[in-house]
């Protein structure tokens, strides 16, 4: 099994170079990722509940898939692979915003990313992996950001950063 590394990058989203995983979180360095969100044509978001088992963030809900591209791979590419292994479908996505965070976690690794977030539409139920993903919803805008301000432990910290920024919703 080969490890998994991800793309370094600079502010301005340049390649400075490539880190393992879990190294890269550890020393929490700045790297290349993806959001991806997907609505139905109710205006609803599909959200996904992160299995049990990932490295951080376990059991908590988040947008419908996230990711790191790897080298050689667009981070468009990257968002659909990962679209097609977490949720299993795939649809048309387009870039909507892109944003750096840096968030320690109590297991002492860290997310510092470069964030792209993609938006797509999709109408069906997804077809999930169970190793990726414990369960899903499909919920409203209204009552999402009810469940945000009620709640707010239950969603990852990037996609409350999304939410908290994504000014115009499809």
Not at 40 to 59: C, D, F, I, T, V
Request: proline share 3%.
């Amino acid at each position: 099994m080969s490890l998994e590394m991800v793309i370094l990058v600079d502010e301005n989203d340049q390649e400075i170079g490539l880190m393992e995983k879990q190294e890269a979180h550890e020393k929490a360095l700045l790297h290349r990722a993806f959001s991806v969100m997907v609505f139905n044509q109710k205006g609803e978001m599909l959200l996904q509940q992160r299995a049990l088992n990932k490295y951080h963030s376990g059991g908590l809900w988040t947008n419908t898939c996230c990711s790191h591209p790897r080298a050689g791979e667009t981070t468009l590419e990257a968002a659909h692979r990962r679209l097609k292994e977490e949720m299993g479908f795939d649809c048309e996505l387009h870039l909507h915003q892109s944003f750096i965070y840096k968030a320690p976690f109590e297991n002492g690794l860290t997310e510092h990313e470069f964030d792209h977030v993609f938006v797509g539409n999709y109408n069906l139920n997804p077809d999930y992996n169970l190793e990726e993903v414990a369960s899903y919803k499909w919920i409203s805008l209204e009552d999402l950001n009810q469940q945000l301000a009620e709640d707010p432990s239950q969603f990852t910290v990037w996609f409350k950063m999304i939410m908290d920024n994504y000014v115009h919703l499809p």
